[in-house]
C-alpha cells in the first residue's frame, strides 16, 4: 500500500498537502534521531544537526549560536555556508540583532526580506561578503525552557520560508537542543571521570613517594645524630687521628644533606 497522500483517493488537495508537510517533518524528525542518536561530542552533535536542517528546509546556509552566560553573548558554534569560516566563534551581544531578538523572545521569527529589517546586522553580511536575502530563526532551549541559543536558517533555495518551514525547523531546532545537552551531560561525565581518575593515580602517586621522602628525612635525621656522636667522640681523640677521622668522613658530611634534599623535591 502506497503512504503518498496524493494516491488516497476523496482527498481535498488542502488535506493533501497537509498530510505531505506532516510525513516531510516525519521524516526529518526521524533523520535527526537518527543522525545524532551515536553523536555525544558537542560540536560534532551541532554541526551534524545543523547540517540536517539546512538539508531538510532546503537553504543555502545557516548558523548555530549557543549562549555563553559568563560573557552574555551568543557565539557562532557552528556555520554552514559560504561565509562559515568567518562566522565560526563570532561574538554577539545576547540582545543584538535578530538572533538576540529571537533568543530574548524565545520565538521563531520568519525574516522574509532583511534588507527592510533594521534589527537585521547588515555589518555581519559585508564583514562576510555574504548576502542574507530572507532567513528563519528560532530558539533553542533546555529541557526546563531556558534559552540557550538559536538557530538561523538562510536564503531558501526555492521560493521563500513559510510557516511549514518554521514548524519544521522548530521541530529540529528541539531535537538539536536535547542532543546538545545530552552531549554536555556526557563530556561533563567523561571529565567527571578522568578527574576520578587523576585523583585516585595522585593519591596512588603520593603513597609510593612519601616512603621515599620520609625515608630521606629520616636518614639525614639519623646521620647527624651520628655525625654528632662521632664529634663528640673524636674530641676525646688525638689531633692526627681527629683529623683522619674528619677527613674521612668530610665527603659524607657534605654530600648527604644535598642528596637527601635532591631526593625531597625530586620526589
Known sequence: MSNKASDLPGISAAL??????LQRQLVAVQRIAAALSAVTHVDDTT???LALCLDIAGADAGSLLMYAPNEEKLVFRQAIGPAAAELTGMKLDADQGIAGQVFRSGESLITEDVTRVKSHLHAVDERTGYATHNMVTAPLKSVTGEPIGVVQVLNKREGAFNEDDVRLI???ASEMAAAIESARLA????LAAVMRFIGDLSHDVKNMIA????GAETL???AQDAFASLDALTAEMEEEDRSNVNKAL????ELLPELVQMMVEGS
Open 16 to 21: 493533501q498537502q497537509q498530510v505531505q508537510e
Open 47 to 49: 554541526r551534524e544537526a
Open 170 to 172: 522548530e521541530i529540529m
Open 187 to 190: 563530556e561533563e561525565a567523561r
Open 211 to 214: 616512603p621515599v621522602q620520609t
Open 220 to 222: 639525614l635525621a639519623f
Open 250 to 253: 668530610s665527603d659524607l658530611r
